[in-house]
């Protein structure tokens, strides 16, 4: 076991946080969208009138209200407010299906949801679900007081509000805000700060959809975690909030942890690469976070071409594997363009909100996801017996600390199997992941659900994925295990090629001969598949169930 030390924890509800840093940092710029900014004192008085109105409409201590939103005002200023009533936040992928978003309401017990008129016709009728009776719609500009020329045509389509009435139980933010609140009762319940301030949605280690609850504690004790281990407080002012909000990583990193000591958020609600990098050169963006993705396409000349790139001080990656390789490209790339950092490296889960390790400001190893934030401690354990193994061998990687969720809401069973209380007295999160440690330092190899069975060994998909993408003709690999007569499941690659490289005898023999050589007989891949692309998730992984169920013939079921 492994442990990161101790650090004063911010005994207060996400919204007595954002209060504290109003009083202490007024007129620092706590937000930027599209070219306008409010500062902290602004910020909590757009909460505090947001909850005034949301109180009107019932909303009281205890209460689930879904945000589908993308990363705009409206997202943020909805998290606070529904903190400062005690309310419990149900965040929601605005790309959400109709079916998904009835799935949440339904298992949150949501009464309001606040989305964009771009995705109104996805939610319900209201009454239509027990208990859900408004549905708030928001145009992204509505907290602006005035757009350019050039943001007007950017937003023409997704701020236009449908023409007439919306339907029974369906309000436009501009007016539900045009609302008078005078007569509104303005005291506010005291929020404690292991009282439930969240619900994330989950896909878990079952593949189920699952809402993992947490705790203002949550939000803040990994908040001020990651700004003890990684060096951020005084080295700069301004985060990219490119992560989607409705995401731990995106919710905890790119937003609470810079309200936490008051530095500006640049909210980007959308985004192409070339958009991006004109936006981190432009405002000279001092922190970033992403998925390996999004940095292996970023950080390239085509974007940032002769590009100074001192200006940024911290670079988070986490969300998926990153190859060794891809990483010391990256870092090279950083290093030529006078970037004083290198990609930090994180691991985490929803269930543990986001990063509960990350790579250490002067030392890191290759391979690794980093060692344990402050106030948290992690272990490897047998996957059968949940007895910890001794440092260098294989296991689940189960973590321990105050960001770890209170429940799976309403799903007693799935948390006991998620949620265990070992021999020391601990409740240890059981991530679903193996790993290892190693002289102190966490190793991620493979998801326990995503080990290959075939013909009695055991094969890691990672493991093999990390072989291929060695290969000079590989771009990218994806490994999964496909029904088989004879082994009853054979392990199965799918390519996409390098630009330039075309598919034909030879390439395939120089890949399959390369794996031979290198990788146990049991573990090659006994069928080779070269596509376009892979396909990924929302968060931008590789979807390998999607792989899975295409070859099943299940690609248009639910799970």
């Known amino acids: 076991m492994i442990a990161g030390g101790s650090i004063p924890a911010l005994d207060l509800s996400v919204y007595d946080v954002l209060k504290k840093t109003s009083q202490e940092l007024p007129d620092n710029i706590a937000y930027e969208y599209l070219g306008h900014s409010e500062t902290y004192r602004s910020f909590v008085e757009q909460v505090d009138v947001l909850s005034l109105h949301l109180r009107k409409m019932g909303v009281r201590q205890g209460d689930k209200v879904i945000i589908c939103l993308p990363n705009c005002p409206q997202a943020l200023i909805s998290f606070y407010a529904l903190s400062r009533l005690g309310a419990i ?13 009835e799935f949440f309401i339904k298992d949150s017990g949501s009464k309001i949801a606040v989305t964009l008129a771009r995705f109104a016709d996805n939610f319900p009728e209201v009454d239509s679900i027990e208990g ?14 005035a757009l350019s020329r050039g943001l007007a045509k950017l937003f023409s389509k997704e701020s236009r509000m449908p023409k007439g009435p919306l339907g029974p139980g369906r309000i436009t933010w501009k007016d539900m805000m045009k609302q008078d609140v005078g007569q509104v009762d303005q005291s506010m319940p005291h929020i404690a700060a292991d009282d439930p301030a969240s619900i994330l949605y989950t896909g878990g280690t079952t593949g189920r959809n699952k809402g993992a609850v947490h705790s203002s504690t949550s939000f803040n ?23 989607p909000m409705f995401h731990g990583f995106g919710l905890c990193t790119c937003v609470h942890l810079p309200v936490c000591i008051g530095l500006r958020i640049i909210l ?23 998925v390996p993705t999004l940095f292996e396409k970023l950080f390239v000349d085509e974007y940032l071409r002769n590009k100074d ?9 986490g969300g998926d594997s990153i190859s060794i390789d891809s ?32 790579t250490p400001k002067f030392e890191e190893r290759p ?7 402050p106030g948290f401690a992690f272990k490897i354990a047998d996957v059968e017996t949940a007895a910890e193994v001794p440092d260098g061998e294989t296991g689940e990687i189960c973590i321990n600390g105050p960001s770890v969720m209170m429940e799976y809401y309403n799903n007693p069973e799935e948390t006991a199997m998620t949620l265990k209380t070992h021999d020391d007295g601990k409740v240890w999160l059981h991530t679903g992941d193996v790993g290892i440690i190693k002289d102190g330092f966490i190793y991620f190899t493979n998801r326990i659900k995503r080990i290959i069975i075939t013909s009695g060994y055991n094969v890691y998909p990672s493991q093999i994925e990390h072989v291929l993408n060695q290969h000079p003709y590989v771009d990218s690999s994806c490994v999964i295990g496909v029904p088989d007569p004879l082994r009853g499941t054979k392990v199965k690659a799918v390519l996409v090629l390098k630009p330039g490289i075309e598919q034909s005898d030879e390439v395939m023999d120089s890949i399959s001969q390369y794996v031979k050589e290198t990788t146990s007989a049991y573990a090659k891949p006994r069928e080779y598949e070269v596509v376009d692309s892979l396909p990924r998730t929302k968060l931008g992984k ?9 070859e099943c013939g299940t690609e248009d079921q639910k799970q």
Do not use: W
């Open 89 to 101: 936040s149900v965040m929601v992928h605005p790309l959400s299906s109709k079916s998904e978003i």
């Open 367 to 373: 391979g690794s996801v980093g060692v344990p934030i």
């Open 132 to 145: 859900f009776d408004t549905l708030i719609v928001a145009s992204p500009v509505d907290m602006m007081p």
């Open 268 to 290: 980007v609600p959308t985004f192409t690469l070339e958009s991006l990098a004109d936006i981190i050169t432009k405002k000279q963006v001092n922190y970033l976070a992403g």
């Open 309 to 317: 790139l001192s200006f940024i001080k911290g670079i988070f990656c």
């Open 221 to 243: 004790s990994t908040s001020m975690g990651m700004i003890e281990l990684s060096g951020v407080l005084g080295e700069g002012t301004t985060m990219l909030a490119n992560m």
């Open 542 to 550: 590789v979807d390998y169930r999607a792989l899975e169920a295409k």
């Open 327 to 358: 990483k010391a490209r990256i870092d090279k790339f950083l290093k030529d363009h006078g970037c004083g950092t290198f990609i930090r490296l994180g691991y985490g889960c929803t269930e543990c909100l986001t990063a509960t390790a990350i």
